[in-house]
Nanobody
Framework: QVQLVESGGGLVQPGGSLRLSCAAS????????IGWFRQAPGKEREGVSC????????YTGDSVKGRFTISRDNAKNTVYLQMNSLRPEDTAVYYC?????????????????????WGQGTQVTVSS
């Protein structure tokens, strides 16, 4: 049974940092694309950053490029999202998702509906 568990969310001041973790169980990351998505109230789910566990290719959305970094540790079956220089507009529920790499990482990251396995989400609030 595929299971994804996010952790690391919380309340942080503008300019601060957080690191989110996505621990996978029930499958190995090989051949999967793991994505971080976020959804703010009243907005559509947005692809933040995605990584291919097989070749390490990544995609990062324009709104977070230069501030967020995705990485993986296949030995720990875990994917991370390092978030720096956080802004109030980064406030959202952050989800990780997994799907077999059926197309490019960029295409998959822009299409949340492709992903069939999702975690429960972790809240990130950026506020002073």
């Amino acid at each position: 049974q595929v299971q994804l568990v996010e952790s690391g969310g919380g309340l942080v001041q503008p300019g601060g940092s957080l690191r989110l973790s996505c621990a996978a169980s029930g499958f190995t990351l090989n051949y999967y694309v793991i994505g971080w998505f976020r959804q703010a109230p009243g907005k559509e789910r947005e692809g933040v950053s995605c990584i291919s566990s097989s070749d390490g290719n990544t995609y990062t959305g324009d709104s977070v490029k230069g501030r967020f970094t995705i990485s993986r540790d296949n030995a720990k079956n875990t994917v991370y999202l390092q978030m720096n220089s956080l802004r109030p507009e980064d406030t959202a529920v952050y989800y990780c998702a997994a799907e077999l790499g059926i197309t490019t990482v960029q295409t998959m990251c822009k299409s949340p509906a492709i992903f069939r396995s999702w975690g429960q989400g972790t809240q990130v609030t950026v506020s002073s």
